[in-house]
């Protein structure tokens, strides 16, 4: 069974710095992989996705992220973040195009000015 | 194009009490999902319906949980009775199979207290 682990709990990060939210996920074969942010007393909110093709994959809000195979790894990145960047953050894995989902534990960004 | 909608947004109950949440998914959307997420964990799939017929219900409590989709549109998910490790908030979401992959969209959420 597939599986997702995001090894931080809280990150703290100053307004204007770059951000790196870490993911490994555990799948036999080719995942389907996610980023979801959740703002307090929200639903969860797609952020990315990436089912194949360029490996660096484009979402709203100014994120990015990488799908590294050789490391299962599906790191969450943003250049400059803002203060309503804080929120929990989660990664997801599916195994098929219509599959349901895994999340990892999340992780709670906070935003320092 | 509405969002995913819910209701209750809170419900506090005692233990060994029933509770029902209703959701309304995008419209034409034809996958329905519901979660469960306690407090400092990811969502957890607890039933997935395609039209309204059940794709994947293995992780659902049965004994205790029960959950409908009539029409293959609005959905309801009930708990009878309910348990203090029941405290949670249910997420439903919802999905179009035509293309774009499997693109969830949450609802805002019922946050359940069990007493």
């Known amino acids: 069974a597939q599986s997702v682990t995001q090894p931080d709990i809280h990150i703290t990060v100053s307004e204007g710095a770059s951000l790196e939210l870490r993911c490994n996920y555990s799948?036999?074969?080719?995942?389907?992989l996610f980023w979801y942010v959740q703002s307090p007393g929200q639903g969860l909110q797609l952020l990315l996705k990436y089912f194949s093709g360029d490996t660096l994959v484009q979402g709203i809000k100014g994120f990015e992220a990488e799908f590294k195979r050789s490391q299962s790894s599906f790191n969450l990145r943003k250049p400059s973040v803002h203060w309503s960047d804080a929120a929990e953050y989660f990664c997801a894995v599916g195994t098929g195009r219509y599959s349901t989902l895994t999340f990892g534990k999340g992780t709670m960004l906070l935003v320092s000015p | 194009e509405a969002g995913v909608a819910q209701s209750p947004r809170y419900k506090i109950i005692e233990k060994r009490q029933s509770v029902a949440f209703w959701c309304n998914p995008i419209s034409g959307h034809a996958t329905l999902y519901w979660y469960q997420q306690i407090l400092g964990q990811g969502p957890k799939l607890l039933i997935q319906f395609q039209n309204n017929g059940v794709v994947d219900d293995s992780q659902l409590p049965k004994d205790r949980f029960s959950a409908e989709r009539l029409k293959g549109v609005d959905s309801t998910l009930k708990i009878q009775p309910a348990k203090l490790e029941d405290s949670a908030v249910y997420l439903c979401?919802?999905?179009?199979?035509?293309?774009?992959?499997?693109?969830?969209?949450f609802g805002p959420g019922t946050r359940l207290t069990v007493l």
């Open positions: 979401a919802s999905s179009s199979s035509r293309g774009g992959g499997n693109e969830q969209f």
């Open positions: 799948y036999g074969a080719t995942p389907y």
